[in-house]
């Protein structure tokens, strides 16, 4: 810690332009500032400053040696702060973005435990299905399902998340069971429409690796649920996240089909920006879902599939 306090001593003689007024900003006196830059010369046996009456100026040395002091001093206090957030209580307000569908059905549900275990967090949950700049809109936390890009957002992946074709036994017995993805030119698929992605086609990882195939169908949505309660009430089939499926799939309102034929759809995951040091508040906010969903979450349906 020494040579750290030297270097400090240091940075803010090269800031304040000078001894004294270095002194001054530190508390200390001049002579006790000269002597903490003369030791630092010592050790490092090279010159870090010119000194004349009427000005200070850097030498080659010690503009780079300023250049290396400043990072580590920076390292230093963001050390310090990281382990001061271990230590700190989860407080303050907590504002977090999560998709429509999931937040309705696995977040509400989460937020009073979550609450009555952190009484002074205050949780402002936004929920909707465009992905937010949580940077530009002040979001501390975001619940994402799907494959990320590439970001500068700092990702924790929550929970699996499978996709799964469903349809309603009645539409099934009417229309027959798909088995292969070229099957389902022939009937009415439910299309999720989204900014990012072509409802109409889709993919499945098969026997033979991967398969696109192009559908149609007579509805398209941009919420999973209003999708899911079609597949249920016999329109057609839909492509559904096993968040939102498995309690049909269960209850035997929804089969899933075409088991040969899966759809990756990534994973859940809590996404938060980048920086020196994960704060308290949402290390205990992701830490949370994190135990409550884990790698086999609750709604993973165990459903006959056909």
Not at 18 to 28: D, I, K, P, T
């Amino acid at each position: 810690m020494d040579a750290l306090a030297g270097m400090a001593v240091y940075a803010k003689v090269v800031e304040a332009h000078g001894f004294s007024a270095a002194a001054r900003e530190l508390g200390m006196s001049k002579s006790a500032v000269s002597k903490q830059v003369a030791a630092l010369e010592a050790r490092l046996g090279a010159r870090l400053l010119n000194r004349t009456t009427r000005r200070l100026s850097l030498t080659d040395a010690g503009a780079v040696f300023h250049d290396r002091c400043l990072r580590l001093l920076a390292d230093a206090e963001e050390a310090a702060a990281a382990v001061g957030s271990l230590q700190a209580e989860p407080r303050g307000l907590l504002r977090v973005n999560a998709p429509m569908s999931f937040g309705i059905l696995h977040l509400a549900p989460a937020v009073p435990e979550f609450a009555a275990r952190h009484p002074d967090i205050t949780v402002d949950l936004t929920l909707n299905d465009r992905v937010v700049d949580l940077v530009e809109e002040g979001y501390d936390v975001a619940v994402r399902i799907a494959r990320l890009p590439d970001s500068t957002l700092v990702a924790r992946r929550l929970a699996p998340s499978r996709r799964l074709l469903c349809a309603s036994p009645d539409y099934l017995a009417r229309h027959g069971v798909p088995q292969r993805p070229a099957d389902l030119k022939g009937h009415n698929c439910l299309l999720y429409t989204s900014a990012t992605t072509r409802p109409e086609d889709w993919r499945f990882t098969g026997p033979d690796g991967e398969v696109s195939v192009r559908v149609s169908g007579t509805l398209r949505a941009n919420n999973g649920d209003v999708l899911r309660a079609a597949a249920v009430a016999g329109l057609g089939l839909a492509l559904l996240p096993s968040f939102l499926a498995g309690p049909d799939l269960c209850a035997g309102r929804l089969r899933a089909v075409m088991p040969d034929y899966g759809d990756d759809g990534g994973a859940v995951y809590a996404v938060y920006p980048g920086g020196r040091y994960l704060s308290a508040k949402v290390r205990a906010f992701v830490d949370f879902l994190a135990a409550r969903f884990g790698p086999r979450p609750y709604w993973e349906p165990e459903a006959p599939s056909e």
